[in-house]
């Protein structure tokens, strides 16, 4: 397993338009985390799965965003209507309680999504 | 709700040693992490403390203590390669399981 996967690398659309994102975890994490960062400030915390459940979402999300993770393994971050303050790195990471280290997130490269 | 400082730039030459302190306000407090990210990449996880004291890992090592609600990590015999930025991250329990980053320190090395 080479570690977190994102997918597409780079996005750009036009304002009002749908974006999807898809992320595959490392196998065996059963928690995934969507957060999203934009040009010189830290990640900001966007929602949380354990396997199939989503159990935290950020109460600064808008109803435009939802996230899935189907079966407990990759999930996808869907925008609707998308406006140009979306334009941001949305960036996946994993983990396990199982790991050496439980509490450190493994990243993914990340979306990079333009909004025009 | 959660807060946390940085210095938003440091620099240092090559072979030295740095400090980065991160200040954090959350009432749930739970553990402080470290992630580096050099431009353009994913960020990378350095450590984690939940107890007062000193975590060393090879040329770094992070402290924290609860009672000052601060933190910091140590970065020695500096290579131009740790030229990135660093993020602490706090985990406070009212909040869930999730980390909440702050905003940065960049940290550039100079030869």
């Known amino acids: 397993d080479t570690g977190v996967s994102q997918d597409p690398r780079h996005k750009i659309t036009k304002r009002g338009q749908n974006v999807t994102f898809r992320c595959d975890p490392i196998s065996e994490h059963n928690r995934l985390y969507w957060y999203r960062q934009t040009l010189g400030q830290g990640p900001e915390f966007l929602t949380y799965f354990q396997n199939e459940a989503q159990l935290e979402k950020s109460r600064l999300l808008s109803d435009r965003f939802s996230a899935e993770r189907p079966k407990g393994s990759f999930s996808t971050l869907e925008i609707q209507r998308t406006e140009q303050g979306d334009s941001a790195m949305y960036l996946c990471a994993s983990s396990a309680l199982g790991d050496k280290n439980p509490y450190g997130y493994t990243f993914g490269s990340g979306t990079r999504l333009t909004v025009v | 709700g959660q807060s946390l400082e940085q210095p938003s730039e440091v620099t240092a030459v090559e072979g030295a040693i740095v400090q980065i302190n991160c200040t954090y306000q959350t009432s749930g407090f739970y553990g402080l992490s470290w992630y580096q990210q050099h431009d353009g990449g994913a960020p990378t996880f350095l450590s984690y403390?939940?107890?007062?004291g000193l975590e060393e890992t090879g040329r770094f090592s992070s402290f924290l203590s609860r009672s000052d609600s601060y933190g910091y990590l140590l970065l020695q015999e500096l290579q131009m390669k740790d030229s990135a930025s660093y993020f602490c991250?706090?985990?406070?329990?009212?909040?869930?399981?999730?980390?909440?980053f702050g905003p940065g320190t960049r940290l550039s090395v100079l030869p």
């Open positions: 403390n939940a107890l007062d």
């Open positions: 991250a706090v985990r406070d329990l009212n909040y869930g399981q999730n980390f909440v």
